[in-house]
T-cell receptor
Framework: AQKVTQAQTEISVVEKEDVTLDCVYE???????LFWYKQPPSGELVFLIR??????QNEISGRYSWNFQKSTSSFNFTITASQVVDSAVYFC?????????????FGQGTTLQVKP | DGGITQSPKYLFRKEGQNVTLSCEQN?????MYWYRQDPGQGLRLIYY???????QKGDIAEGYSVSREKKESFPLTVTSAQKNPTAFYLC?????????????FGPGTRLTVT
C-alpha cells in the first residue's frame, strides 16, 4: 500500500522565520515520484516540485528548498525567510510506477500561517 | 493561455438532483483526473481517464459518473446516489499517463447540496 503522512496539521510562524514542512511516505515501488503542491485560499493547487526516486539531490528554488532522504522515506520542504504570501495549505503527494495510472496519493496537508 | 478551466466556481443544488461539473483543458494532455477534497483533508481520486473514450474508477467512484468523448473535456456528474456530495471538486490533467510527471489542476468547483 502507498501512503503519505504529513504529521503537522497546522503551523504558525512570524514573517521572516524559516519553516520546515514534513512529509513521510510509504511505498513498495522502487520507482516512484514525489510532489509538493501549494493550495492558496483561492483553492487551486499549484505545482511546486517533482522528484523521482533515483534523484536524491536536494533542490533549492529561491526561498524554497527540498530535502529528499530515501533512508528515512522523507521529502521535507523548507521555506526560508517566510512571507505572508506563503500562507496556504501545502500537500505532499506520491505516485508509484507500479500503479500505471498516474494516480497521486496525497497527504492530509499542512496549513501554514505566516503572520506579519 | 494554456490551462485547465472548471465551471462553475460555485454550484448549489437540491438533494436528489444530478449535477454535472465541467472540466476543459487545452494542454493537449492525454490523462485527466477528478479529485474530491473535504475540509481539512487531502484529495481523493474519483475517476481518471488515460485516453479518449476510456476511463477508470478511482478510490471513491460510487455516486459519480464521467465521460471522455474528447481529449479536452472530462465532465463529472454527481448523481443523487452520492450520499455526501457537498465538497470541493478538482480536475487535473497530466502529459503522462503513468504518474511520472506532475498533474496540473483547475481552479475547482465548490458544490453545496441542501
Amino acid at each position: 500500500a502507498q501512503k503519505v503522512t504529513q504529521a503537522q496539521t497546522e503551523i504558525s510562524v512570524v514573517e521572516k522565520e524559516d519553516v520546515t514542512l514534513d512529509c513521510v511516505y510509504e511505498t513498495r515501488d522502487t520507482t516512484y515520484y514525489l510532489f509538493w503542491y501549494k493550495q492558496p485560499p483561492s483553492g487551486e493547487l499549484v505545482f511546486l516540485i517533482r522528484r523521482n526516486s533515483f534523484d536524491e539531490q536536494n533542490e533549492i528554488s529561491g526561498r524554497y528548498s527540498w530535502n529528499f532522504q530515501k533512508s528515512t522515506s522523507s521529502f521535507n520542504f523548507t521555506i526560508t525567510a517566510s512571507q505572508v504570501v506563503d500562507s496556504a495549505v501545502y500537500f505532499c503527494a506520491l505516485s508509484g510506477r507500479s500503479s500505471n495510472t498516474g494516480k497521486l496519493i496525497f497527504g492530509q496537508g499542512t496549513t501554514l500561517q505566516v503572520k506579519p | 493561455d494554456g490551462g485547465i478551466t472548471q465551471s462553475p466556481k460555485y454550484l448549489f443544488r437540491k438533494e436528489g438532483q444530478n449535477v454535472t461539473l465541467s472540466c476543459e483543458q487545452n494542454l493537449n494532455h492525454d490523462a485527466m483526473y477528478w479529485y474530491r477534497q473535504d475540509p481539512g483533508q487531502g484529495l481523493r481520486l474519483i475517476y481518471y481517464s488515460q485516453i479518449v473514450n476510456d476511463f477508470q474508477k478511482g478510490d471513491i467512484a460510487e455516486g459519480y459518473s464521467v465521460s471522455r468523448e474528447k481529449k479536452e473535456s472530462f465532465p463529472l456528474t454527481v448523481t443523487s446516489a452520492q450520499k455526501n456530495p457537498t465538497a470541493f471538486y478538482l480536475c487535473a490533467s497530466s502529459i503522462d499517463q503513468q504518474g511520472s510527471y506532475e498533474q496540473y489542476f483547475g481552479p475547482g468547483t465548490r458544490l453545496t447540496v441542501t
